[in-house]
T-cell receptor, first 114, second 116 residues
Framework: KNQVEQSPQSLIILEGKNCTLQ??????????LRWYKQDTGRGPVSLTI?????NTKSNGRYTATLDADTKQSSLHITASQLSDSASYIC?????????????FGAGTRLFVKA | KAGVTQTPRYLIKTRGQQVTLSCSPI?????VSWYQQTPGQGLQFLFE???????NKGNFPGRFSGRQFSNSRSEMNVSTLELGDSALYLC???????????????FGPGTRLTVL
């Protein structure tokens, strides 16, 4: 069964610190992996999209890595800010003939404290 | 350019009623996907429409239905509402079929549905 698991479920860090969120998946065949940031009460916003051949992609202070062999991805946040407090969702798309199927992780809730 | 818009933003209904939610995609986008988000289940895929045709469907009962118009605007309908239907309903648009690596999805702000 195709699954996407994220860890930790929640995380509290101090402003200015770095953190890393994990995403493990069993989706096959793999098409692409996305990280989204979702502020409370708002729709998710795309941070990065990576395909099989990409193993690192950055978007400002956000850096995503992908290891397609071990089926693991991480999202590293550098020098965290209060505005980074949000849920971070890992989404993996399964590539198959006729279209794609996307599987969502449950998300990691990040709290950045002053 | 304008983002994805959803109306209404908030809605309160009672059990047994039906509801229609609307989504206007980004201009030029042909794909609209609908998602249900609850604290316990996270984001769950409802269905996707592309050029007025339903392309994919999630594991939801037939009470959940949708359609897409020729201008790509989409509506989602839930009939015979149940308490468990209380959720944030999100729609997302993309140029091509969602899930494709080149087709970034843009989400709307969502409609918060409360069923009493």
């Amino acid at each position: 069964k195709n699954q996407v698991e994220q860890s930790p479920q929640s995380l509290i860090i101090l402003e200015g610190k770095n953190c890393t969120l994990q995403c493990n998946y069993t989706v096959s065949p793999f098409s692409n992996l996305r990280w989204y940031k979702q502020d409370t009460g708002r729709g998710p916003v795309s941070l990065t999209i990576m395909t099989f051949s990409e193993n690192t992609k950055s978007n400002g202070r956000y850096t995503a890595t992908l290891d397609a062999d071990t089926k693991q991805s991480s999202l590293h946040i550098t020098a965290s800010q209060l505005s980074d407090s949000a849920s971070y969702i890992c989404v993996v798309s399964e590539g198959r003939t006729g279209g794609f199927k996307t599987i969502f992780g449950a998300g990691t809730r990040l709290f950045v404290k002053a | 350019k304008a983002g994805v818009t959803q109306t209404p933003r908030y809605l309160i209904k009672t059990r047994g009623q039906q509801v229609t939610l609307s989504c206007s995609p980004i201009s030029g986008h042909r794909s609209v996907s609908w998602y249900q988000q609850t604290p316990g289940q996270g984001l769950q895929f409802l269905f996707e429409y592309f050029s007025e045709t339903q392309r994919n469907k999630g594991n939801f009962p037939g009470r959940f239905s949708g359609r897409q118009f020729s201008n790509s605007r989409s509506e989602m309908n839930v009939s015979t509402l149940e308490l468990g239907d209380s959720a944030l309903y999100l729609c997302a648009s993309s140029f091509g079929t969602s899930g494709g690596a080149l087709n970034e999805q843009f989400f709307g702000p969502g409609t918060r549905l409360t069923v009493l």
